[in-house]
């Protein structure tokens, strides 16, 4: 899918409880880099990655008046959302028109000295929810879990 060009503002999570629902529209995973252009490698020189979905909030009003927002699947989130996605077998192939929901529920222990606490989530995937009743606008209920 080349809808990626058109990506959104990130989603941002601040605070402990801050969530984001929305359908999965498209998805590139690419090398994470600093903000000066960088690739970010682990220790043994394998680099990162960052795993970028393109989503349509599910309430959009809380996001602002952009369509798109992008989810970006790194660091704490990875392994949560590579449990999600093998608990309901999402793969590439059916991963758009997934519902995502993400809650950043609190910090972990830091691990090292001058770092920030890691960030922890939880995250539900709910393969297909396009296809069953998200259309042009209407709302799931609020916990279709």
């Not at 682990?42 to 602002?64: A, I, K, M, R, Y």
């Not at 989130?77 to 809650?103: I, Y």
């Not at 972990?108 to 009743?133: A, C």
Request: glycine share 10%; with cysteine; proline share 10%.
């Amino acid at each position: 899918m080349e809808l990626f060009e058109s990506g959104g503002p990130a989603v941002a999570f601040k605070t402990p409880g801050d969530r984001f629902r929305g359908v999965v529209v498209s998805a590139k995973e690419r090398q994470a880099t600093e903000p000066s252009g960088k690739v970010r490698t682990f220790d043994d020189g394998t680099p990162q990655l960052v795993t970028l979905l393109n989503c349509e909030p599910v309430n959009p009003g809380e996001w602002g008046e952009d369509d798109v927002r992008t989810l970006y699947v790194q660091s704490t989130m990875r392994a949560p959302f590579a449990a999600a996605a093998r608990a309901q077998h999402v793969n590439e192939a059916n991963l758009p028109g997934t519902l995502v929901d993400v809650t950043y529920t609190g910090d972990g222990v830091t691990q090292t000295r001058g770092h920030n606490p890691p960030k922890q989530w939880s995250i539900t995937l709910q393969p297909g929810f396009r296809d069953v009743g998200y259309v042009n606008g209407s709302l799931p209920p609020e916990e279709p879990f």
